[in-house]
């Protein structure tokens, strides 16, 4: 109780909590992650020419170099960001190098691991610029229509080159190969993060009632429409380049974001039955799909027609093989796949090599990636930053999903790289985006919570 006249003294502040930026943690499984690796490289050698490869310092002084400057970059710029994001991408990507030499040893006037290595490099290049330029995600949010402008043109680029495999996602030039479609995933969830938490009340609340269904509202047209019309775009330009794996990706990130942002459930239902229609519409119109969904269904009618196995029956038989602890790196055969054993279907190696248990692993490490993604999303007091990590990581959940379930038998084959393991340097790159993306949201998450840093 105070005295009238008496002047009130300010409540002391709480003390500044000092929060434990883990960086060391995080060099330590780096360290882990780059022996891991090594120990992989040397085990394929060992196992093909019963001698540790010439090569093995020089590997896995390379990959530590460059995980050791990734994580300076972060210590320095990002010392707040999860400790285990950058591990995680660093053993992904040995782990892939490991995959790609291994094959590379049947295929010997086919060398596809130095020029991944060299992709890997740019990829990590691009991650410290991205940790130590973007000092502040919310920057991005600016660049919300160059970047749907940009994701646009990107996907039609490829319409102008010839086709490949029945395909026309490969920008072909001198020699190099793109694939831009991989670049324009990031720049879609950039649009979608800044237009729905722009629009996230009117899309929850706003609209109009549908007919019979008091409990089903729909926004209204100036909301929706927008975003439903790029979206339409992006995904017409894919099916006219029959590359119907990252429209799959694009619908199901749409749909992620829009229930993320509005809570209403609704919207997955109406996601799953609009593609359902659409997939089932596509395969019975379009000749390279339909294909794929018969090879699905039918995964031995080459071998009964006596075609021999084509490569659907291949990966089934490379999973067989490896049984729960896989025949060894080096040791299997799952170069019979054809010539999409190192992208494609270079799950198939590791599930015939490791087995089930190595298998098992690789998926843990992914979803811990996702689910660490999702954890700095929803720490997050910005709208706008929550769901653009939560879009970022969905985008490696969507892609695990279809491959896995594509070489596996589980849905229709879908021509995608694996994140990290498979051959392709768009998509190694653009995974080291994400990643470097999802630290700087992570930074951010943790640090408001610091009582110890301006804000």
């Avoid at 929706?224 to 990706?249: F, H, K, N, Q």
């Avoid at 294909?291 to 990966?315: C, K, T, Y």
Wanted: glycine residues 12%; contains cysteine; charged residues 15%.
């Amino acid at each position: 109780m105070t005295k009238a006249g008496t002047i009130l003294a300010a409540d002391p502040s709480p003390p500044a909590v000092r929060l434990p930026r883990r960086r060391g943690v995080e060099l330590a499984l780096i360290v882990v992650a780059v022996l891991l690796s090594v120990y992989g490289y040397c085990a394929v050698g060992l196992a093909r020419t019963g001698t540790v490869p010439p090569g093995a310092a020089r590997y896995g002084a390379g990959l530590g170099v460059l995980a050791l400057l990734a994580h300076c970059a972060v210590r320095l710029r990002a010392p707040y960001a999860d400790p285990l994001l950058l591990p995680i991408a660093v053993l992904l990507n040995g782990l892939g190098l490991v995959l790609i030499y291994r094959l590379d040893l049947e295929t010997p006037r086919d060398q596809a691991a130095p020029a991944q290595l060299n992709w890997s490099t740019l990829g990590v290049a691009l991650f410290i610029m991205a940790v130590v330029w973007l000092r502040d995600h919310r920057v991005l949010r600016r660049y919300a229509y160059v970047s749907v402008a940009g994701a646009l043109g990107l996907l039609a680029l490829p319409i102008l080159f010839p086709a490949v495999n029945g395909a026309r996602i490969w920008i072909r030039v001198a020699g190099f190969s793109l694939q831009p479609g991989e670049f324009a995933k990031v720049l879609l969830a950039v649009f979608f993060a800044s237009y729905l938490a722009a629009n996230r009340n009117a899309l929850a609340y706003a609209g109009r009632r549908v007919w019979r269904f008091h409990r089903l509202q729909l926004p209204t047209g100036r909301i929706l429409g927008p975003i439903v019309a790029i979206w339409l775009v992006s995904v017409g330009v894919l099916v006219l380049e029959r590359d119907l794996g990252t429209s799959l990706l694009f619908f199901g990130l749409f749909v992620i974001l829009l229930y993320v942002a509005t809570g209403r459930t609704g919207w997955i239902a109406v996601g799953l039955m609009l593609a359902v229609a659409g997939a089932v519409a596509v395969g019975r119109l379009e000749p390279h799909v339909h294909s794929r969904v018969e090879d699905w269904l039918h995964p031995f009618a080459s071998i009964e027609a006596g075609r021999g196995p084509n490569q659907m029956a291949q990966s089934l038989f490379a999973f067989a093989a490896g049984g729960v602890l896989g025949t060894g790196l080096g040791l299997g055969h799952s170069i019979l796949i054809g010539f999409a054993a190192k992208s494609d279907f270079i799950l198939a190696t590791a599930g015939e090599e490791l087995g089930l248990a190595g298998l098992t692993a690789i998926f843990l490490l992914y979803g811990l990636l996702v689910e660490r993604g999702y954890r700095a999303g929803l720490a997050l007091r910005d709208p706008f930053g929550r769901l653009l990590a939560i879009g970022l990581a969905s985008i490696i959940a969507l892609q695990v999903f279809v491959i896995a379930g594509g070489v596996t038998g589980l849905i229709p084959l879908t021509g995608m790289a694996m994140p990290f393991l498979a051959q392709g340097g768009s998509s190694v790159i653009t995974n080291w985006i994400i990643v470097a993306l999802l630290i700087r949201i992570s930074d951010s998450a943790r640090s408001q919570y610091d009582g110890t840093r301006a804000p």
